[in-house]
Nanobody, 122 residues
Framework: QVQLVESGGGLVQAGDSLRLSCTAS????????MGWFRQAPGKEREFVAV???????NYANSVRGRFTISRDNAKNTVYLQMNSLKPEDTAVYYC????????????????WGQGTQVTVSS
């Protein structure tokens, strides 16, 4: 089990960039696949991106080419660089830890952070 804390959210304008961070506790961070999900008001939580323990990545079609996920195992941290932000990117962003490959399914992740709000104005 890992404990996750997200940071870096905020209010930006369309076209701006933000970088989210998620720091994990524990000494086995490097063994986990780390995902980012988001949930907009009134909508279900949806997959954004995942990075495997080996560095492989997978993205939702809606963010591919604009968002980049990366990790620094020495710092127990996963990042989500978000460029060319759109109003439809507005949501609470959650990081999650799992061990079932580059999964886009939230049920494959066992540990979740508390979320960080990202608001993109038009």
């Amino acid at each position: 089990q890992v404990q996750l804390v997200e940071s870096g959210g905020g209010l930006v304008q369309a076209g701006d960039s933000l970088r989210l961070s998620c720091t994990a506790s524990g000494r086995t961070f490097s063994m986990y696949n780390m995902g980012w999900f988001r949930q907009a008001p009134g909508k279900e939580r949806e997959f954004v991106a995942v990075i495997g323990w080996s560095g492989s990545t997978n993205y939702a079609n809606s963010v591919r080419g604009r968002f980049t996920i990366s990790r620094d195992n020495a710092k127990n941290t996963v990042y989500l660089q978000m460029n060319s932000l759109k109003p439809e990117d507005t949501a609470v962003y959650y990081c999650a830890a799992g061990r079932r490959g580059l999964s886009a399914t939230l049920y494959d992740y066992n540990d979740w952070g508390q979320g960080t709000q990202v608001t993109v104005s038009s």
